[in-house]
């Protein structure tokens, strides 16, 4: 991967500011309301890459280039942590942004994923560890998964089933429609029948949610299922606690601020359907 855009660009001043959460299009919103449920005292900046998505097709060199630009944009904005509520840019850019950027352009920032808090919880829930993983193709690809739930709970048996139709379901409001039906069962019994001793299903799309009922619909009923929102939040109050620095950092006004590189009206129309509220959005360009 070309490293060359990681020569410090800019100096970031260590100030106090909002949490950012990122994410190529609306999926990360679920990311977000969890958090905000469970923190709600924080101010939170929301960006959406919406003219760009979806990421989960895309290769690892263009995911790193588009969320570090997202990244970067969400510190100017004085960002002390940035959350990347994607589990695309979370397999394929995290760790890259974490090692290469931050140490040399702003060691006084955090950016966290969502896939290794999902991978702690997840391991204390199977039974069987026999874990299945409905995600993008990106997502599927990276094995991103697979690698942290090993790492943490050695001999697990990680099977992965990516699920191409799943986002545009949701995007377009069709997620709790009768033609939904077809594209969760087919992925769901795709990835069972590559092992039927699966009994806890990582909803590795921050999009999953809101087909929670059909894939439950579909599902045996002695398999969990684990959406990311929760329990994001759970490992960030945690993340906070062991380190207080951090948290101290965070202004507190309960305050939340969207932003999106796509049209304002688009946006708040699809984000409706995740929030269950009107918000107010503002565009911007990210490059």
């Keep these: 991967m070309d490293m060359s855009t990681d020569i410090k660009d800019f100096p970031i001043p260590n ?36 003219a760009r998505t979806p990421y989960g097709t895309r290769s690892f060199d263009v995911v790193y280039e588009f969320t570090l630009q997202a990244v970067k944009k969400l510190f100017s904005f004085g960002c002390p942590l940035v959350i990347l509520g994607c589990n695309t840019a979370s397999a394929k850019a995290l760790r890259s942004i974490q090692q290469n950027y931050l140490p040399f352009n702003a060691p006084d920032r955090r950016v966290l994923g969502v896939i290794r808090p999902t ?16 995600a993008t193709e990106g997502t599927i690809r990276s094995e991103s ?47 069972l029948s590559k092992d039927p001793q699966i009994d806890t299903i990582i909803l590795g799309c921050t ?17 969990k ?3 990311q929102g929760k329990y994001i939040a759970e490992s960030l109050e945690d993340y906070f606690v062991r380190h207080p620095e951090m ?14 590189t796509e049209s304002r009206t688009k946006f708040r129309e699809c984000a409706n359907l995740f929030l269950k509220e009107d918000i107010q959005v503002e565009r911007v360009t990210i490059n």
């Excluded at 998964?145 to 069709?174: D, F, H, R």
């Excluded at 999009?207 to 398999?223: A, M, T, V």
Aim: with cysteine; glycine share 10%; hydrophobic share 35%.
């Design 15 to 50: 100030l106090a500011g909002p949490i950012g959460v990122f994410d190529s299009g609306f999926g990360g919103l679920t990311i977000l309301e969890g958090i905000r449920n469970r923190m709600p005292q924080f101010d939170y900046i929301y960006l959406g890459d919406n």
């Design 207 to 223: 999009h999953y949610p809101l087909l929670l009922e059909k894939i439950k619909k579909y599902c045996p009923s002695n398999i």
């Design 225 to 227: 299922i684990i959406p």
């Design 247 to 260: 948290s101290s950092r965070i202004t507190q006004n309960g305050t939340c601020k969207y932003f999106t």
């Design 119 to 134: 991978a702690e919880i997840v391991g204390k829930l199977s039974n069987t560890k026999h874990i299945g993983v409905l």
């Design 145 to 191: 998964y697979s690698i942290e739930i090993e790492k943490l709970y050695p001999g697990s048996i990680i099977t992965g089933q990516a699920c191409p139709m799943w986002v545009p379901i949701v995007e377009n409001n069709e997620f709790d429609k009768p033609g939904a039906d077809y594209f969760v069962k087919d992925s769901i019994d795709k990835l």
